[in-house]
């Protein structure tokens, strides 16, 4: 089986700081991709990654950073965390079919 | 610019009733997925449709692809309270990496 993992289930942040979001899958595959999810508005693509140091903006990358360093590895960053980011993160990395997603991280920046 | 739409957002029905939940997008694209999200919980893949015409059916749910009419459906047949879910489709445009776009979601309630 597939597994994407996220290095934190629950986040609480202050309005300022610097977060890492850790995503690792174990499958070897090319593409990663950074979602946030609201209520009513689905999921929104911030960054996704298509190889290793390569990176994409997606539709809503204000405010967001990544880095992929190696393969497996895809990370989001908050360089100054606002209470607007408050959210539902979700990681997936994809084969040629399908995209397979993480568990989420719910954020709260106070 | 790829956009989806789906329709309805909210979507409560009785046990043992059929409902079409349906997705529509704006310009070409590669494959159409479908997805269900249980609360707190994250996205479970369904179906991945890749041509037109593509049918697939897991137990009470069958989506369908319509690439000239640029829309998908996901049909319930005879509704069991289990169903009970939020329902994304998405769509993807391979643009030098492959870019998925989501619907916003269907929140589906089976009344028991």
Request: charged share 25%; net charge neutral; hydrophobic share 35%.
């Amino acid at each position: 089986d597939v597994k994407v993992t996220q290095s934190s289930r629950y986040l609480v942040k202050r309005t300022g700081e610097k977060v890492f979001l850790e995503c690792v899958q174990d499958m070897d595959h090319e593409n990663m991709f950074w979602y946030r999810q609201d209520p009513g508005l689905g999921l929104r693509l911030i960054y996704f990654s298509y190889d290793v140091k390569m990176k994409e903006k997606g539709d809503i990358p204000e405010g967001y950073s990544v880095s992929r360093e190696k393969k497996e590895r895809f990370s989001l960053i908050l360089e100054s965390a606002s209470t607007n980011q408050t959210s539902m993160y979700l990681c997936a990395s994809s084969d040629l079919n399908e995209q397979f997603f993480g568990p989420g991280t719910r954020l709260t920046v106070l | 610019e790829l956009k989806v739409e789906q329709n309805p957002l909210f979507l409560s029905m009785q046990e043992g009733k059929n409902y079409t939940i349906y997705c529509n997008y704006s310009t070409t694209s590669d494959r159409l997925y479908w997805y269900r999200q249980d609360p707190g919980k994250s996205l479970e893949s369904l179906f991945v449709l890749l041509s037109n015409g593509a049918v697939k059916q897991e137990g009470r749910l069958m989506a369908s692809l319509d690439t000239k009419a640029r829309l998908s459906t996901l049909h319930i047949t005879a509704a069991v309270h289990d169903l009970s879910a939020t329902y994304f489709c998405a769509a993807e445009r391979n643009t030098g990496g492959f870019k998925t776009i989501f619907g916003a979601g269907t929140r589906l309630f089976v009344k028991a």
